[in-house]
């Protein structure tokens, strides 16, 4: 009989054992740190650093504006100057030439007999006058004696030559300038061409000789 009852005791503790649940684990553990990150504050965080970014991309727009804006500025007055100031240079090598013209003409006064004078300075002004010219790259166009270009000649008339061959200039109105490469002036030129009866003319003889 005391085996029995015994046995029955350790029946009921085993039962007992399994009726009763399992403690949960306490608050504050490892996993329950890692599910306790709230998703609106990981929004709200995410949202700060992309409005300071906004900001800073918002600001740094502004300033390269306001540099575009400056340099527009500064490049619209340096064209102004660069139109009104654009002869300052030349102007100032011609007052040169101004000068030596006016000491010209006040040596060639009346009852001062310096009429050579006149001439002479005349002459030296014209050579100052082409060292300017060619200092900014102007060169006369050499037409005389040359084949008729039409890209740099300006045919005034023609005329019969006997000693040129047709469509040659024979004579030079008014000099032609290039500046640089490109053409500034064309030459006014008379041109030679054959004689209507289809031989060269006859040359002038001087009854005055």
């Given at each position: 009989?005391?085996?029995?009852?015994?046995?029955?005791?350790?029946?009921?503790?085993?039962?007992?054992?399994?009726?009763?649940?399992s403690?949960?684990?306490?608050?504050?553990?490892?996993?329950?740190?890692?599910?306790?990150?709230?998703?609106?504050t990981?929004?709200?965080e995410?949202?700060?650093v992309?409005?300071?970014?906004?900001?800073?991309?918002?600001?740094?727009?502004?300033r390269?504006?306001?540099?575009?804006?400056?340099?527009?500025?500064?490049?619209?007055?340096?064209?102004?100057?660069?139109?009104?100031?654009?002869?300052?240079?030349?102007?100032?090598?011609?007052?040169?030439?101004?000068?030596?013209?006016?000491?010209?003409?006040a040596?060639?006064?009346?009852?001062n007999?310096n009429?050579?004078?006149?001439?002479?300075?005349?002459?030296?002004?014209?050579?100052?006058?082409?060292?300017?010219?060619?200092?900014?790259?102007?060169?006369?166009?050499?037409?005389?004696?040359?084949?008729?270009?039409?890209?740099?000649?300006?045919?005034?008339?023609?005329?019969?030559?006997?000693?040129?061959?047709?469509?040659?200039?024979?004579?030079?109105?008014?000099?032609?300038?290039?500046i640089?490469?490109?053409?500034?002036?064309p030459a006014?030129?008379?041109?030679?061409?054959?004689?209507?009866?289809?031989?060269?003319?006859?040359?002038?003889?001087?009854?005055?000789?």
């Amino acid at each position: 009989m005391a085996q029995k009852k015994r046995i029955v005791i350790d029946d009921e503790n085993d039962k007992a054992q399994q009726d009763t649940p399992s403690m949960p684990s306490e608050p504050g553990g490892p996993t329950d740190e890692v599910d306790a990150v709230d998703p609106l504050t990981a929004l709200e965080e995410k949202l700060t650093v992309a409005q300071a970014e906004a900001k800073e991309n918002r600001d740094r727009m502004l300033r390269m504006a306001a540099e575009l804006d400056n340099y527009k500025k500064r490049a619209a007055r340096d064209l102004d100057d660069l139109k009104k100031y654009a002869t300052e240079n030349l102007i100032r090598q011609l007052l040169n030439v101004v000068d030596n013209l006016e000491r010209a003409i006040a040596s060639a006064a009346p009852g001062n007999g310096n009429e050579q004078s006149l001439v002479d300075g005349v002459a030296l002004t014209l050579a100052e006058i082409n060292k300017i010219l060619e200092k900014h790259y102007v060169s006369p166009i050499q037409a005389m004696g040359e084949p008729f270009d039409p890209a740099f000649h300006q045919a005034m008339c023609q005329e019969e030559s006997a000693d040129q061959p047709p469509n040659t200039v024979i004579q030079e109105f008014q000099k032609g300038y290039l500046i640089h490469d490109r053409l500034l002036r064309p030459a006014m030129v008379v041109v030679s061409k054959v004689s209507q009866n289809g031989q060269p003319p006859e040359p002038t003889v001087d009854t005055n000789a």
